[in-house]
Protein backbone atom coordinates (compact mmCIF):
# COMPACT_ATOMS: atom_id res chain seq x y z
CA UNK A 1 0.00 0.00 0.00
CA UNK A 2 0.89 3.42 -0.70
CA UNK A 3 2.36 5.33 2.17
CA UNK A 4 -0.18 8.18 2.70
CA UNK A 5 -1.91 9.42 5.87
CA UNK A 6 -4.44 11.96 6.63
CA UNK A 7 -5.29 13.64 9.70
CA UNK A 8 -7.48 14.32 11.22
CA UNK A 9 -9.76 11.37 10.13
CA UNK A 10 -12.38 12.40 12.03
CA UNK A 11 -13.25 16.07 12.73
CA UNK A 12 -16.72 18.45 13.80
CA UNK A 13 -16.29 22.43 13.84
CA UNK A 14 -18.61 24.82 14.07
CA UNK A 15 -19.37 26.99 11.28
CA UNK A 16 -17.16 29.78 11.05
CA UNK A 17 -14.34 28.60 12.43
CA UNK A 18 -10.82 27.62 10.28
CA UNK A 19 -10.11 23.82 9.90
CA UNK A 20 -6.71 22.60 8.24
CA UNK A 21 -6.71 19.02 6.99
CA UNK A 22 -3.48 16.98 6.57
CA UNK A 23 -1.97 14.82 3.79
CA UNK A 24 1.57 13.44 4.44
CA UNK A 25 2.99 10.75 2.38
CA UNK A 26 6.05 8.68 2.27
CA UNK A 27 6.44 7.52 -1.37
CA UNK A 28 8.49 11.20 -2.73
CA UNK A 29 5.75 11.66 -5.11
CA UNK A 30 5.24 14.83 -7.02
CA UNK A 31 2.14 15.34 -7.28
CA UNK A 32 -0.87 15.85 -4.44
CA UNK A 33 -4.20 16.03 -4.87
CA UNK A 34 -7.10 16.96 -2.75
CA UNK A 35 -10.65 15.81 -3.36
CA UNK A 36 -14.31 15.88 -1.82
CA UNK A 37 -16.69 13.29 -1.95
CA UNK A 38 -20.74 13.75 -1.60
CA UNK A 39 -23.46 11.84 -2.33
CA UNK A 40 -24.57 12.36 -5.67
CA UNK A 41 -21.88 13.78 -6.60
CA UNK A 42 -18.79 11.34 -6.92
CA UNK A 43 -15.31 13.02 -6.21
CA UNK A 44 -14.55 16.79 -6.87
CA UNK A 45 -11.20 17.65 -7.64
CA UNK A 46 -10.93 20.84 -4.16
CA UNK A 47 -6.85 21.44 -5.29
CA UNK A 48 -3.72 19.90 -6.22
CA UNK A 49 -0.04 20.39 -6.71
CA UNK A 50 2.56 19.69 -8.86
CA UNK A 51 5.53 20.45 -7.11
CA UNK A 52 6.57 21.81 -3.99
CA UNK A 53 4.76 25.34 -3.49
CA UNK A 54 3.20 24.72 -6.86
CA UNK A 55 -0.84 24.54 -6.83
CA UNK A 56 -3.56 25.04 -8.49
CA UNK A 57 -7.16 25.35 -8.37
CA UNK A 58 -9.65 22.36 -9.24
CA UNK A 59 -13.37 22.03 -10.16
CA UNK A 60 -14.53 23.16 -6.21
CA UNK A 61 -12.10 25.57 -4.96
CA UNK A 62 -14.39 28.47 -3.26
CA UNK A 63 -13.72 28.43 -0.04
CA UNK A 64 -10.55 26.29 0.43
CA UNK A 65 -6.57 26.96 0.42
CA UNK A 66 -3.59 24.85 0.27
CA UNK A 67 -0.46 24.78 0.83
CA UNK A 68 2.77 22.73 0.34
CA UNK A 69 6.25 23.80 1.57
CA UNK A 70 7.88 20.54 1.37
CA UNK A 71 6.86 17.44 -0.81
CA UNK A 72 5.62 14.81 2.02
CA UNK A 73 3.12 17.38 3.06
CA UNK A 74 0.06 18.75 1.68
CA UNK A 75 -2.55 21.01 3.78
CA UNK A 76 -6.32 21.87 3.04
CA UNK A 77 -7.77 24.86 5.00
CA UNK A 78 -10.91 26.08 4.90
CA UNK A 79 -10.72 29.58 6.14
CA UNK A 80 -14.21 29.68 7.58
CA UNK A 81 -15.76 26.40 7.57
CA UNK A 82 -19.59 26.46 6.30
CA UNK A 83 -22.49 23.19 6.62
CA UNK A 84 -21.84 22.82 2.61
CA UNK A 85 -18.37 21.52 3.42
CA UNK A 86 -19.89 18.88 5.46
CA UNK A 87 -17.72 16.20 3.27
CA UNK A 88 -15.53 13.07 3.24
CA UNK A 89 -12.12 14.41 1.83
CA UNK A 90 -9.40 12.59 -0.01
CA UNK A 91 -5.49 13.18 -0.62
CA UNK A 92 -3.92 11.23 -3.32
CA UNK A 93 -0.49 11.05 -4.84
CA UNK A 94 0.89 10.34 -8.09
CA UNK A 95 4.23 9.96 -10.06
CA UNK A 96 4.80 11.24 -13.20
CA UNK A 97 6.65 8.60 -14.30
CA UNK A 98 3.56 5.57 -15.16
CA UNK A 99 0.46 5.28 -16.07
CA UNK A 100 -0.67 7.93 -14.17
CA UNK A 101 -2.16 6.18 -10.98
CA UNK A 102 -3.20 7.71 -7.92
CA UNK A 103 -3.14 6.39 -4.52
CA UNK A 104 -5.62 7.52 -2.37
CA UNK A 105 -5.45 8.33 1.72
CA UNK A 106 -7.88 6.74 4.02
CA UNK A 107 -10.18 9.69 3.97
CA UNK A 108 -11.36 12.36 7.02
CA UNK A 109 -14.74 12.70 7.85
CA UNK A 110 -15.59 16.64 8.36
CA UNK A 111 -18.53 17.95 9.74
CA UNK A 112 -19.13 21.46 10.36
CA UNK A 113 -22.24 22.31 12.56
CA UNK B 1 -15.40 20.30 -20.28
CA UNK B 2 -14.65 16.79 -19.81
CA UNK B 3 -17.09 14.78 -18.07
CA UNK B 4 -18.03 11.30 -17.01
CA UNK B 5 -21.69 9.41 -16.80
CA UNK B 6 -21.83 6.23 -15.14
CA UNK B 7 -24.91 3.98 -14.68
CA UNK B 8 -26.08 5.90 -10.57
CA UNK B 9 -27.24 2.69 -9.09
CA UNK B 10 -27.45 1.27 -6.47
CA UNK B 11 -27.28 -2.57 -8.75
CA UNK B 12 -28.32 -5.78 -6.58
CA UNK B 13 -27.12 -9.13 -8.22
CA UNK B 14 -26.98 -12.42 -6.79
CA UNK B 15 -23.72 -14.12 -6.30
CA UNK B 16 -22.40 -15.53 -9.60
CA UNK B 17 -24.65 -13.05 -11.70
CA UNK B 18 -23.08 -11.43 -14.69
CA UNK B 19 -22.28 -7.71 -13.90
CA UNK B 20 -22.51 -4.79 -16.15
CA UNK B 21 -21.90 -1.01 -14.88
CA UNK B 22 -21.99 1.68 -17.68
CA UNK B 23 -19.55 4.47 -18.47
CA UNK B 24 -19.39 7.08 -21.16
CA UNK B 25 -17.27 9.87 -21.41
CA UNK B 26 -17.33 13.50 -22.76
CA UNK B 27 -13.57 14.19 -23.48
CA UNK B 28 -11.19 17.02 -26.24
CA UNK B 29 -8.03 14.80 -26.98
CA UNK B 30 -7.54 11.12 -25.75
CA UNK B 31 -8.11 10.44 -21.81
CA UNK B 32 -6.71 7.85 -19.68
CA UNK B 33 -9.43 6.16 -18.56
CA UNK B 34 -9.62 4.32 -15.39
CA UNK B 35 -12.28 2.21 -13.15
CA UNK B 36 -11.25 2.70 -9.09
CA UNK B 37 -13.26 0.64 -6.53
CA UNK B 38 -14.49 1.72 -2.87
CA UNK B 39 -14.74 -0.36 -0.10
CA UNK B 40 -16.77 0.27 2.70
CA UNK B 41 -14.91 2.71 5.16
CA UNK B 42 -11.98 3.25 3.00
CA UNK B 43 -10.11 5.12 0.35
CA UNK B 44 -10.57 4.62 -3.62
CA UNK B 45 -7.96 1.94 -4.95
CA UNK B 46 -7.33 1.16 -8.75
CA UNK B 47 -9.16 -1.42 -10.20
CA UNK B 48 -8.10 -1.34 -14.41
CA UNK B 49 -7.08 1.10 -16.61
CA UNK B 50 -6.60 1.59 -20.26
CA UNK B 51 -4.50 3.97 -21.99
CA UNK B 52 -5.39 4.34 -25.25
CA UNK B 53 -8.05 2.84 -27.92
CA UNK B 54 -9.51 -0.76 -28.31
CA UNK B 55 -7.21 -1.21 -24.66
CA UNK B 56 -8.88 -3.65 -22.85
CA UNK B 57 -7.81 -3.45 -18.84
CA UNK B 58 -8.64 -6.23 -16.50
CA UNK B 59 -8.06 -7.36 -12.92
CA UNK B 60 -9.49 -9.60 -10.66
CA UNK B 61 -12.18 -10.68 -13.31
CA UNK B 62 -13.01 -7.51 -14.03
CA UNK B 63 -12.28 -5.75 -17.25
CA UNK B 64 -13.28 -2.77 -19.71
CA UNK B 65 -12.48 -2.07 -23.30
CA UNK B 66 -12.41 1.67 -24.24
CA UNK B 67 -13.95 2.53 -27.14
CA UNK B 68 -13.64 5.37 -28.74
CA UNK B 69 -15.94 5.48 -31.35
CA UNK B 70 -19.09 5.17 -28.92
CA UNK B 71 -16.34 6.97 -26.10
CA UNK B 72 -17.46 4.18 -23.73
CA UNK B 73 -15.17 1.89 -21.15
CA UNK B 74 -18.21 -0.28 -19.67
CA UNK B 75 -17.11 -2.48 -16.61
CA UNK B 76 -17.83 -5.95 -16.58
CA UNK B 77 -17.47 -9.20 -14.80
CA UNK B 78 -18.51 -12.60 -15.67
CA UNK B 79 -19.52 -14.15 -12.08
CA UNK B 80 -19.75 -11.47 -9.12
CA UNK B 81 -18.79 -12.65 -5.54
CA UNK B 82 -20.18 -11.17 -1.91
CA UNK B 83 -16.82 -9.33 -1.84
CA UNK B 84 -16.99 -7.21 -4.89
CA UNK B 85 -20.06 -5.19 -2.66
CA UNK B 86 -18.58 -1.69 -3.07
CA UNK B 87 -19.09 1.35 -4.79
CA UNK B 88 -16.74 1.50 -8.56
CA UNK B 89 -16.34 4.73 -10.02
CA UNK B 90 -15.66 5.52 -13.62
CA UNK B 91 -12.71 8.31 -14.01
CA UNK B 92 -11.00 9.88 -16.83
CA UNK B 93 -7.49 11.72 -17.01
CA UNK B 94 -7.39 15.54 -17.17
CA UNK B 95 -4.18 17.19 -18.36
CA UNK B 96 -3.29 19.60 -15.67
CA UNK B 97 -0.46 21.90 -14.65
CA UNK B 98 3.50 20.97 -14.35
CA UNK B 99 3.10 17.39 -16.18
CA UNK B 100 0.07 16.31 -13.54
CA UNK B 101 -2.98 14.82 -14.54
CA UNK B 102 -6.25 15.05 -12.58
CA UNK B 103 -9.03 12.49 -12.36
CA UNK B 104 -12.89 13.60 -13.45
CA UNK B 105 -14.81 11.69 -11.87
CA UNK B 106 -18.49 9.94 -12.68
CA UNK B 107 -21.04 9.50 -9.61
CA UNK B 108 -20.19 6.09 -8.58
CA UNK B 109 -22.37 3.21 -8.75
CA UNK B 110 -23.12 1.38 -5.40
CA UNK B 111 -22.97 -2.58 -6.18
CA UNK B 112 -24.29 -4.97 -3.45
CA UNK B 113 -24.19 -8.65 -4.33
CA UNK B 114 -26.38 -11.13 -2.31
CA UNK B 115 -25.44 -14.97 -1.31
Known amino acids: DAGITQSPRHKVTETGTPVTLRCHQTENHRYMYWYRQDPGHGLRLIHYSYGVKDTDKGEVSDGYSVSRSKTEDFLLTLESATSSQTSVYFCAISERHGPYEQYFGPGTRLTVT | GNSVTQMEGPVTLSEEAFLTINCTYTATGYPSLFWYVQYPGEGLQLLLKATKADDKGSNKGFEATYRKETTSFHLEKGSVQVSDSAVYFC??????????????FGKGTKLTVNP
Open chain 2, 91 to 104: ALSDRGQGGSEKLV
